[in-house]
């Protein structure tokens, strides 16, 4: 089979594309089409292992080894096409993002080509790479374009930027090599959207702007009849519909990919009444007290180099919690949790932390005998000491937070794989959590043990899972390396004594809503 390409571009960032193209994948497989998502690149810090069914080539990867690369089971490639990919009902792989940019700072990012991080690439300059990356971009479509009915892509920040065109890989590069029918999203919420519509579609080469089959007015909210006469002007300045209005709407839940969520997204299109009350329904008995008038507060410690943020969506969706971002002592203060996420650079987000005063403040919710969760990175921060004597971190050692007796040193080789494991038996605010079988993943390049001079002097961490979670002696804080555990719904159960909306209902309503947001016989004509 060859595949029909539906693509969603957008005139920004920010714009929807994500959203839609999730939405487009279930529409498509309830239709009952073999469907497939794909990003040619992806700037992100959110990252999920999945399959590897490719054997990377040397002179694709720009690797000075000569041979192929080794093949690896599992590899990285960005949330958002991980999410897709459950949407469209497939395994997700590592094709369906071959290019992975991970930010480590302001201008600077790590690369992961075909779920493997290259040092070769991540050391070229932007505009010397796309050459050397795209055979293996190009390969990755192809390869998912036989095996499918349909494959739905996903562009990235918009195709009309110009300084960019000239080495572009991910969007009309990809358009013309999957002869994609297009459709143009923008951001109705911001203004301005039928100037941002009218322009990017100027910008295109006259080519490119026939396969633009559809303009969509995304985040719209109020009166639709109040649009007229622009969506009428636009198509007749471009010969191209408004094919679609889709509504402002809260709570879609699908976690965020660029972005931190904000309590806008929290309220009674997700949770339901319930929520907005406090109350669980169906509560039983867990280590945290969700049953109260007052919701449960978690906060978020929301460094610069935060990664894995979408992990904690399911906690959106969960009745009678209370989930902010805390980048300032003051916005913890109150709080009944404290998580402390993955980041991409460890040490450097600690220094941040430190500049802002929340480590006197995380220390004190934890003297409070308060609930404290590190994961991955976060966990690597809630030790002793971090110790980087390769230069992994690129910012020397540096003492930890002293809340758990461990001690993490970096090593070059990144440990990146899906986990299974059953915890032990915990103690104290966390004992909901006692020999509950946990699934998700890890990325991570540091290695934690105990301490082993405080070990010595007799203060040693209960480890919970082997080389995986550790606990202190009173219970309250907890660091663990796996990602993704509020995703796995008995953890949910076991904390919470409720049931966070599924993904699987999050993809049915994202199919019925863009079935009903579009004009009638577009989505299917774009596949005709």
């Known amino acids: 089979m060859t595949a029909r390409c539906v693509m969603v571009l957008g005139t920004s960032s920010g714009a929807g594309k994500s959203w839609v193209t999730t939405a487009l994948c279930r529409y498509y497989a309830n239709q009952g089409l073999k469907v497939a998502p794909f990003k040619a690149q992806n700037m992100s810090n959110n990252a999920r292992v ?19 690369q080794p093949m690896h089971e599992v590899g990285e490639i960005g949330s958002a096409q991980y999410f897709q990919a459950l949407a469209a009902r497939a395994e997700p792989d590592v094709r369906m993002n071959p290019l992975l940019l991970k ?65 572009d890989i991910v969007n009309l590069r990809v358009a013309r090599h999957a002869d994609a029918r297009c459709l143009l999203v923008t951001d ?18 006259e080519e490119d702007r026939a396969r633009i089959k559809g303009f969509v007015l995304n985040k719209f909210r109020g ?17 191209v519909p ?30 339901g009444k319930e929520a907005v009350n406090g109350a669980v329904p169906g509560a039983v008995s ?12 978690i906060a978020i410690i929301a460094y610069p180099r935060i990664s894995n943020l979408d992990e904690f969506q399911p906690l959106k969706n969960v009745p009678g919690l209370h989930v902010t971002w805390a980048r300032t002592p003051s916005q913890i203060r109150g709080a009944d949790t404290v998580i402390l996420p993955g980041s991409k650079a460890t040490v450097s987000d600690l220094a941040w932390l430190r500049d802002q005063g929340l480590d006197a403040a995380i220390a004190e919710h934890a003297a409070r005998g308060n609930r404290v969760l590190g994961i991955c990175g976060g966990l690597q921060m809630l030790g002793e000491a971090l110790i980087d004597i390769h230069g992994v971190e690129s910012q020397g050692n540096a003492p930890g937070l002293g809340l758990l007796p461990l001690v993490t040193s970096f090593e070059p080789q990144k440990t990146v794989r899906r986990s299974r494991v059953r915890l032990g038996e915990l103690n104290g605010l966390w004992a909901a959590l ?20 405080m070990a010595a002097a007799g203060d040693v961490a209960r480890e919970i899972a082997a080389g995986l979670a550790w606990q202190n002696v009173t219970g309250n804080v907890l660091g663990i390396y796996l990602h993704g555990m509020f995703e796995d719904a008995a953890v949910v159960r076991a904390l919470f004594g409720s049931q966070a909306l599924s993904l699987e209902d999050v993809f049915e309503r994202l199919a019925a809503e863009v079935q009903a947001d579009f004009s009638p016989g577009v989505l299917d004509a774009l596949i005709a």
């Open 103 to 167: 930010p480590e700072a302001d201008t600077h990012s790590q690369v992961v080509l075909m779920g493997q991080v290259s040092a070769e690439l991540t050391a070229l300059p932007w505009r010397g790479r796309s050459e050397r990356v795209w055979p293996q971009i190009a390969a990755a479509l192809d390869a998912l374009r036989a095996e499918n009915d349909v494959v739905v892509i996903e562009g990235a920040g918009s195709p009309a930027e110009i300084n960019l065109m000239a080495n």
């Open 434 to 453: 006692s020999l509950v079988e946990v699934a998700g993943y890890e990325i991570h390049s540091g290695q934690t043990a105990q301490h082993p001079a």
């Open 50 to 68: 999945v399959a590897n069914v490719v054997r990377a080539a040397p002179e694709a990867t720009g690797e000075k080894s000569g041979v192929s």
């Open 223 to 239: 009166d639709a009849a109040l649009l007229a006469p622009a969506p009428q002007q636009i198509e007749e300045l471009t010969q």
């Open 286 to 297: 867990s280590g945290l007290d969700t049953t109260s008038l007052r919701p449960h507060h």
């Open 188 to 205: 109705i919420d911001r203004g301005g959207a039928f100037a941002h519509l009218y322009g990017t579609w100027a910008l295109l080469p």
């Open 242 to 271: 408004v094919v679609a209005v889709v509504p402002m709407r809260f709570g879609h839940g699908l976690p965020e990919e660029d972005g931190l969520f904000d309590d806008s997204a929290i309220g009674s299109s997700v949770l």
